[in-house]
């Protein structure tokens, strides 16, 4: 089960800020666990995702 | 159209190109993921700097992709000594290349707000995190804005990581 995100009691200012303005701040904990070089190539292969994703939508339309 | 930054990014170096990776990339490298779907760098421009972009691009059918007809890059070569920006499609993505970024100012000022990171496929200069925050705030749009409450955060949460060192 997924609970909701619990600010974390350390948590600065800016941290809480984003948190209660509706930021799933459990995404950035995790992207801040990888190096860089890990977020960007994360990133390479969520974007590859999306752009098959929407030419499938496409495809799919265009029949 | 896929968005093959890494290769985009190869290849602009390999041209010999000098250049900052500002936008959208800058903040998933810094630690918030977001969707980007092109490629934006600030650069020096001048007529041979454009010829350079061009070199790094050329066998990949660039087109100015903001302008009505999609004219080919290679047939606006009599203007690159007059360009200062460039808007690009290519066949592997989109490449953006600026010659100043709002609430930064020039690539000299650029330059020197960036950092040097090297990974496994070469060595890039990319935004400093309070620069992409100015830059973003500059920016000022809804999503820009979003991105600066994010990497607000992340900045608040290396300073405290750094404390406990």
New interface residues.
């Given amino acids: 089960m997924n609970g909701e995100y619990v600010i974390p009691p350390n948590a600065g200012p800016a941290w809480r800020a984003a948190a209660e303005y509706g930021f799933d701040m459990s995404l950035i904990e995790e992207s801040l666990k990888l190096t860089p070089e890990q977020r960007l190539a994360e990133h390479q292969q969520v974007i590859d995702f999306m752009i098959e994703l929407q030419e499938s939508g496409q495809a799919h339309a265009a029949k | 159209?896929?968005?093959?930054?890494?290769a985009l990014l190869m290849r602009l170096k390999d041209s010999g190109l000098e250049f900052v990776v500002i936008g959208g990339?800058c903040v998933?490298?810094?630690?918030?993921?977001v969707?980007?779907?092109d490629l934006d760098i600030c650069c020096p421009f001048g007529e041979e700097n454009v010829r350079k972009i061009e070199s790094a691009v050329k066998d990949l059918n660039p087109v100015h992709r903001l302008t009505a007809n999609k004219l080919p890059l290679e047939e606006t070569r009599s203007s690159f000594k007059d360009l200062k920006n460039i808007y690009l499609q290519t066949d592997i993505g989109k490449l953006d290349c600026l010659s100043e970024v709002s609430g930064l100012g020039s690539y000299e000022q650029v330059l020197q707000q960036s950092i040097l990171?090297t990974?496994?496929f070469g060595a890039f200069r990319i935004l400093n995190l309070d620069a992409l925050i100015a830059a973003k705030a500059a920016a000022g749009r809804p999503k820009d804005l979003?991105a600066v409450?994010?990497l607000?955060?992340?900045?608040?949460?290396k300073a405290?990581q750094k404390e406990l060192f």
């Fill in positions: 159209m896929p968005q093959n930054d890494q990339l998933v490298y810094h630690g918030v993921p969707a980007t779907f990171h990974m496994s979003d409450r994010l607000q955060a992340v900045k608040e949460r405290q």
